[in-house]
């Protein structure tokens, strides 16, 4: 399948791209290309080929979920600067004007 100066014209449009005419030539001749190297890459014999989806083969490593004590909940809010009741109080990061 070749690209001629119509189909870049049609997906100039599309894209709403301005492009000019020696644009134009340059890009029916880039996209040949392309499109000439991609049909190459249809001709190689691929059916030994493992799939590929991450060439670095990185595997999560997960840990046992063990509960372990912690905190309570008034030892916590103990240490705490300001608190209301059993919470945390915060300074406001977002300005609400119905607050």
Not at 28 to 46: A, C, G, P, R
Not at 84 to 89: P, Q, W
């Amino acid at each position: 399948m070749a690209v001629s100066r119509k189909d870049v014209d049609y997906i100039k449009e599309l894209a709403r791209l301005h492009i000019s005419e020696e644009e134009k030539d340059g890009l029916v001749t880039d996209l040949n290309m392309i499109l000439s190297y991609v049909d190459k890459l249809q001709e190689l014999d691929t059916d030994e080929v493992e799939i590929l989806v991450n060439p670095l083969y990185i595997e999560n490593v997960y840990r046992e979920d063990v509960v372990e004590e912690s905190l309570t909940t008034e030892d916590f809010l103990m240490n705490a600067p300001e608190r209301v009741e059993d919470y945390l109080k915060v300074p406001s990061v977002i300005d609400r004007e119905d607050a």
